[in-house]
Antibody, heavy 127, light 112 residues
Framework: EVRLVESGGGSVKPGGSLRLSCAAS????????ITWVRQAPGKGLEWVGR??????????DYAAPVKGRVTISRDDSKETLYLQMNSLKIEDTAVYYC??????????????????WGQGTMVTVFS | QSALTQPASVSGSPGQSITISCTGT?????????LSWYQQHPGKAPKLMIY???NRPSGVPDRFSGSKSGNTASLTISGLQADDEADYYC????????????FGGGTKLTVL
């Protein structure tokens, strides 16, 4: 069974830091491009960023609202993805999901068609 | 990057059909066919329902269909069922310059 499990969420004051983890199982983790998506309470989904596979340089891309404040990294030996968040703002309050795109036949949708999702982890930034 | 525009809510009776629109720009919806739809029940993670405009992942019933014309995409659900009541989000690939992926604001579907 393919599974993603996020952890590391919690409450933090503005300006603080948190590191979220996303543990994968049942998937070819070393080949996967993995994306973080967040959802503020009562709001819609927002793309946060993505990391490519290590064979493709583990390149990262980030959304403008978080660029410069977050870093996505991966440890393929542990099949775990990380989201390091610094200088947190109140507007970063959200459930954070890690997700992987659908692979159909020989084609994988790395940056769209997010098929596998974790259960999410809640980050609350408040003073 | 602005969110794609969806109606806040739609409703329909069991057995009926509804359509949810998703309007973007010539830089996202109008430019790429990487248009997806997600269903999200309260407290749950999103579920992929449609990808590449009109393709269904394995296990998604054919009551769900997608289409696109210009800068507007649509999700149609036919034969509405009670369990279809959920929030629905569209998303489009936007290219690396503008931040890769943009989501719609979401539409609450109520089955009357």
């Amino acid at each position: 069974e393919v599974r993603l499990v996020e952890s590391g969420g919690g409450s933090v004051k503005p300006g603080g830091s948190l590191r979220l983890s996303c543990a994968a199982s049942g998937v070819s983790f070393n080949k996967a491009w993995i994306t973080w998506v967040r959802q503020a309470p009562g709001k819609g989904l927002e793309w946060v960023g993505r990391i490519k596979s290590r064979s493709e340089g583990a390149t990262t891309d980030y959304a403008a609202p978080v660029k410069g404040r977050v870093t996505i990294s991966r440890d393929d030996s542990k099949e775990t993805l990380y989201l390091q968040m610094n200088s947190l703002k109140i507007e970063d309050t959200a459930v954070y999901y890690c997700t992987i795109g659908l692979c159909s036949g020989t084609k994988c949708h790395y940056d769209d068609a997010f098929e596998i999702w974790g259960q999410g982890t809640m980050v609350t930034v408040f003073s | 990057q602005s969110a794609l525009t969806q109606p806040a809510s739609v409703s329909g009776s069991p057995g009926q059909s509804i359509t949810i629109s998703c309007t973007g720009t010539s830089s996202d919806v109008g430019h790429y066919n990487y248009l997806s739809w997600y269903q999200q029940h309260p407290g749950k993670a999103p579920k992929l329902m449609i990808y590449e405009v009109n393709n269904r992942p394995s296990g998604v019933p054919d009551r769900f269909s997608g289409s696109k014309s210009g800068n507007t995409a649509s999700l149609t659900i036919s034969g509405l069922q009670a369990d279809d009541e959920a929030d629905y989000y569209c998303s489009s690939y936007t290219g690396i310059i503008t931040g890769l992926v943009v989501f719609g604001g979401g539409t609450k579907l109520t089955v009357l």
